[in-house]
């Protein structure tokens, strides 16, 4: 099979030319890298992509194909979401033929039917060493045409992943109010383990006047200072005793709430191995991340305290309030694809809306 050639061009002008086994359309972005060696599925369809162009690091690509659109619990079963999200895709080696128990379709087919570009036959090791060296940066693919740079952080991405109206799975007894920034699917199934019912709504809906038992903020794409809507909805409720929950963004949008802040790192962590320790113990744990934004460590109020840190780098992983049930990490415990070693802190979050039912019925 002949495939077209396409270039990649960086924003500091460099040019890397590839063969296109996707959609055929000029695309501009964020180029970012992941390290994960699978998980491919998965990715593509975490809304945290929003806007990027995505860099695979493991070398070969498209052995196991896609799998089918089964749905499970109102929610595609294989995947984060119900789409793409990535702005295109960029890998070493493409695998033509694909083989495994469930593959419904090849990679290249699926990026044809979602209109993502994706290219093969660039050096990713390379690639990456440059986004390490200079920093997360912008930029785009053209065939034929030439189209210009676009910084998605410069745009309210969450407000295009976030769902348009309530959503509710589920039949449990714990009613979990969850603020959607563009969730992964995942988080949802490991909240359906336990008895709940969870109520879905639009990042800025106002929900003051929902009844529900604990409070879920979700990962999602993008500067978190963008959802200022959320940040003032969550100032008030971080007023009350109910227990909250945020994870990623979720995170960062609890931690603006509280009074901290954010900042954007290098070239953000992305992968499924990172390590992190909870804080006063000697407790670490692999964790898989996609956030390209940070706590401030010396910007969290004092009626708070840091939960996790990076193992790596020293950057902040989570929050938790002294007094209160309020808890965040900047990592992924539903992890899907990735470790699951910190999946225990939904049975935490569960553990603790119990406690507050049982406070407050007597």
């Known amino acids: 099979m002949k495939y077209r050639k396409a270039t990649l061009v960086l924003e500091d002008g460099q040019k890397f030319e590839g063969h296109s086994f996707g959609y055929e359309k000029s695309v ?15 990715s593509l369809t975490d809304p945290s992509y929003k806007g990027q162009i995505l860099v695979l690091t493991y070398p070969s690509i498209g052995n196991y194909g896609v799998p089918g659109k089964e749905v499970e619990d109102g929610l595609y079963k294989y995947f984060e979401s119900d789409r793409v999200h990535i702005s295109a895709l960029i890998i070493s080696d493409y ?4 083989h495994h128990w469930n593959a419904a379709m090849g990679l290249g087919d699926w990026l044809k039917e979602q209109q993502v570009p994706g290219l093969f036959g660039l050096d990713t090791r390379m690639l990456t060493k440059i986004i390490r060296e200079k920093g997360t ?27 348009k109206e309530k959503k509710i799975y589920g039949n449990g007894k714990h009613r979990i109010l969850m603020i ?13 383990r336990y008895d709940t019912t969870v109520i879905r709504v639009p990042w800025d809906y106002d929900y003051s006047k929902e009844d529900y038992d604990g409070l879920f903020i979700s990962n999602g794409p993008g500067d978190p200072a963008m959802c200022v809507p959320t940040i003032k909805n969550l100032e008030t409720s971080l007023k009350y005793d109910n227990p909250v929950f945020g994870i990623c963004l ?16 290098k070239f953000g962590h992305r992968s499924h191995n990172q390590p992190v320790l909870e804080v ?16 401030k460590n010396e910007s969290v109020a004092n009626d708070w305290e840091i939960y996790f840190t990076n193992l790596n780098d020293g950057s902040n992983e989570g929050l938790k309030h002294k007094t209160k049930p309020i808890f965040t990490t900047q990592f992924h415990p539903e992890a899907s694809s990735g ?9 935490k979050f569960i553990e603790e809306i ?3 039912k049982a406070v407050k019925n007597k």
């Open 28 to 42: 501009a972005g964020e180029i970012v890298f992941n390290t994960a060696m699978t998980g491919y599925p998965e």
């Open 95 to 98: 695998s033509e033929k694909h």
């Open 137 to 163: 940066m912008l930029a785009k693919i053209v065939f034929d045409d030439d189209i210009d740079f676009f910084d998605p952080n410069k745009t309210n991405l969450v407000s295009s992943v976030s769902v």
């Open 180 to 192: 959607d920034c563009g969730v992964k699917s995942n988080i949802i199934r490991y909240l359906l």
């Open 250 to 265: 979720g995170h960062q949008l609890v931690a603006l709430a509280s009074g901290a802040k954010t900042y954007k790192l």
């Open 280 to 295: 006063g113990t000697n407790k670490a744990y692999l964790t898989s991340q996609n956030h390209g934004y940070a706590v």
């Open 339 to 347: 470790p699951t070693d910190t999946a225990f802190l939904f049975g």
């Open 354 to 356: 119990e406690r507050w």
